[in-house]
């Protein structure tokens, strides 16, 4: 679903006492402080270039959240950015809401002035009232079949400090019933922009039998086909990238509890361009299943999960050092371990990137 970015209240933050008004905006917020403090640092990461749509610069590989802003608080500054491109698109969220519940696209700044006015009151921050996220709207997504959809992708981090995640490759695809209309006549159709299912299944197009999903390996067979394997790897490996590093922007600020876990819904939209987009992180993902291949998918995943948080013996234990055998791992596979990272790198005493490591697909993210 095309929502804002931005992660949920989950168990870890609820232990560390945070506040859900504060938590929903999480992700943005430490996403705009890592890459400040990369730039400060020197980083190559944080290397920026000019846009090529006018905007001023922007970072060339960090650049994989959508202009974000939280409102009343911010409104000020989205009326500033808005007038910049006043022919785009904006998408709007609720924050205390989820399931497609009360999100809707405004193109004019009177359309919001004319909401504000009639949810009683004006955007203020001073005025007490329910916080919206307000995100641009990607306008240009990739289209199978002529229609829009998104990426719903299952990540386990079992530590945050050192950064331990794996990402779950049973993901799965969820399109619109609704071919993708860019009209100002279907901009109040959530058939054609929302690809979550709780808003789909309502919908006269609504396929019980598939329940419109497709699995990842199916989208890329069909982008090896369309596009080729080199620039499909490219897809992957960027959709990798950004879940680290939005990661490890939140870790600083999350409560580290080695007794503990996390399973994230990462919402992922692909554009035109095979770039992805990082338009949502759930900590309480959804997992009813609606179809026989959805309920065998999350059966697994849940399984898995166990299987890799578990010593071998099925026994919780404090002292085990949570590194799972390869068996163990499942469907799972490693994102990033820092610890084997840092391990690796003292045994081998370098700092290259590129060089293979214990930590697999870890040691990329440095």
Known sequence: MEMMTGISIGPACRRAGISLAWIVDL????????????????????????????????????DFVPTTFVLPADYNMFVEEYRKFPLSTWIMKPCGKSQGAGIFLINKLSKL??????????????????????????????????KKFDLRLYVLVTSFRPLKAYLFKQGFCRFCTVKYDTSVTELDNMYVHLTNVSVQKHGGEYNTLHGGKWSVQNLALYLEGTRGKEVTDRLFGAISWLIVHSLRAVAPVMASDRHCFECYGYDIII??????????????????????????????????????????????DVRWNKIPSADALGNFELLIDEELVALDEAQNNTTSHNKPSKAGAGSRWK
């Open 271 to 316: 554009d035109n361009a095979l770039k992805p987009w990082l338009v949502e992180v759930n900590a309480s993902p959804s997992l009813t299943s609606t179809t026989v291949n959805d309920r065998i998918l999350k059966y697994k995943l849940i399984d898995n999960i166990l299987s890799v948080v578990l010593p071998p013996d099925g026994v919780p």
């Open 27 to 62: 992700l943005v917020k430490n996403i705009k402080r890592y890459r400040k403090d990369l730039e400060r640092d020197g980083n190559p990461l944080a290397e920026k270039a000019e846009s090529n749509n006018s905007s001023g610069t922007r970072y060339l590989y960090l």
């Open 113 to 146: 002035k004319k909401w504000s006015r009639e949810a009683k009151g004006p955007f203020h921050p001073q005025i007490a009232k329910e916080s919206y996220v307000i995100s641009r709207y990607i306008d240009n997504p990739l289209l199978i079949g002529g």
